[in-house]
């Protein structure tokens, strides 16, 4: 029987295996309805003036709608992006033309935990974009 007060002291030790699609799901069911959901793209409004398009799950009766890790990723980077946009967050850096590519230099403070020195560019408009580090 289920209790609301756990004995700590005594808990069992469980084990358990997580599936390889497990935070990419191929189906889902509702918790509040326990229907199998239907597959849904969305277009989510992160702000104003930014849209994110997603896959995920509707349940037909409920409407409620829930995302996969992956998807929910996307999210998570969009709102990251509206922060920065937002709140100004920014550093002025000059650029430096080589005859081929423009570099610029990033402070080592900011990659002191980063391992491997690559940087992924993601454009987010004209003369915009972002850089994070990997």
Same mark, same amino acid.
């Given at each position: 029987?289920? !209790? ?8 069992? $030790?469980?084990?358990? $295996? ?7 799901? =191929?189906?889902? %069911?509702?918790?509040?309805? =326990?229907?199998?959901? !239907?597959?849904?793209?969305?277009? *989510?409004?992160?702000? !104003?003036?930014?849209? *994110? ?11 409620? =709608? #829930?995302?996969?890790? $992956?998807? !929910? ?6 709102? *990251? ?12 850096? =000059? ?6 590519? #423009?570099?610029?230099? *990033?402070?080592? $403070?900011? %990659? ?19 850089? %994070?580090?990997?």
């Amino acid at each position: 029987m289920k !209790s609301d007060n756990p004995d700590w002291e005594n808990l069992e $030790e469980v084990s358990f $295996e997580i599936e390889k699609e497990a935070f990419s799901p =191929k189906s889902m %069911t509702c918790s509040d309805c =326990k229907r199998k959901m !239907s597959r849904s793209a969305m277009e *989510v409004q992160i702000d !104003s003036n930014i849209f *994110v398009k997603v896959n995920g799950f509707e349940c037909a009766k409920c409407h409620k =709608k #829930y995302l996969g890790l $992956e998807e !929910s990723k996307k999210m998570d980077r969009a709102m *990251v992006l509206n922060r920065i946009i937002n709140d100004s967050i920014s550093m002025k850096r =000059k650029l430096s033309f080589d005859g081929d590519n #423009y570099t610029f230099r *990033v402070p080592k $403070e900011l %990659t002191q935990n980063v391992e491997k020195k690559k940087i992924e560019i993601i454009p987010i408009g004209p003369n915009r974009f972002c850089a %994070t580090m990997q």
